[in-house]
């Protein structure tokens, strides 16, 4: 008898930061990402532009900021 093992699907990672957590007002940053074992990524809250699909990598500008920002990104795969 044989069995027959699939490939292993290994879950998705996703790291992000900021070039600055502490920005002065109307100052701005850089938010960056990368990702391992994704399919597809997805942002959303942060400042105009940040939310919808984004590529597994990348970095963002947010422009001016006058408020509190969060930042937010998932990465998924089949598992």
Do not use: E, H
Request: glycine share 10%; with cysteine.
């Amino acid at each position: 008898m044989t069995v027959n093992v699939g490939n292993q699907v290994l879950n998705p990672t996703v790291n992000i930061s900021a070039d600055d957590i502490n920005v002065v007002y109307n100052g701005s940053t850089y938010i960056r990402w990368s990702s391992t074992n994704a399919t597809s990524c997805s942002a959303s809250g942060g400042s105009s532009g940040w939310a919808g699909s984004k590529s597994f990598s990348g970095s963002f500008y947010t422009g001016a900021l006058n408020s509190t920002k969060t930042y937010n990104i998932t990465c998924i795969n089949n598992t």
